[in-house]
């Protein structure tokens, strides 16, 4: 199989000067692309249904940085996962009726689960991020601060994907603190 990788990390800051005892809030947005996202298609979900791997989970982390050499971490780290079942479905809503196809996917974070009725959608919610970091200002110290994130994932492997890991780091974005 080919590969795939993290696109690039986007980081939103929702204005560029803090006053000390605010609390700053970071959005760090980034997608998994290339073959993993690919292969993760109806075609595939049948065939994995039909072989009886019905469940795929891709571990991701998240962590927000600032400094030099000694790189001190921002926030909570995040060390979660999203996980996908797959399954047969009746529902007219979620299928093609002119298809014979009635495997699909249910996408769950934080055990929260979301169906979605395309096979791009789909895709959208497993393997788009966009987290939110909040932490205060005064942790950092007055001045200018460069902040930069990490992230990764990995999955195991299955009917549509070899076993994988991958990593990327953003490009720094910079705040001052009065």
């Not at 996962?81 to 014979?100: C, E, G, H």
């Not at 994988?164 to 009065?178: P, R």
Request: glycine fraction near 6%; aromatic fraction near 12%.
């Amino acid at each position: 199989m080919g590969e795939s990788k993290i696109s690039v990390i986007e980081l939103v800051k929702s204005k560029d000067k803090y006053s000390s005892n605010e609390n700053i809030e970071i959005n760090v947005k980034f997608s998994v692309e290339g073959n993993l996202r690919e292969a993760f298609n109806e075609a595939n979900w049948t065939k994995a249904y039909n072989n009886n791997d019905v469940s795929f989970k891709l571990k991701y982390g998240i962590k927000l940085t600032s400094g030099g050499f000694r790189k001190k971490e921002l926030g909570r780290t995040i060390d979660t996962y999203k996980k996908a079942s797959i399954f047969w479905t009746r529902n007219p809503k979620l299928v093609n009726p002119m298809k014979d196809r009635r495997i699909w996917v249910q996408v769950a974070k934080n055990f929260e689960p979301f169906i979605r009725h395309s096979e791009e959608e789909v895709r959208q919610e497993l393997f788009d991020f966009n987290e939110k970091f909040v932490f205060k200002a005064s942790d950092l110290g007055p001045g200018k601060h460069k902040i930069g994130a990490e992230a990764f994932a990995s999955w195991q492997k299955h009917d549509f994907t070899e076993t994988g890991n991958i990593k990327n780091s953003s490009s720094e974005i910079e705040i001052t603190i009065n």
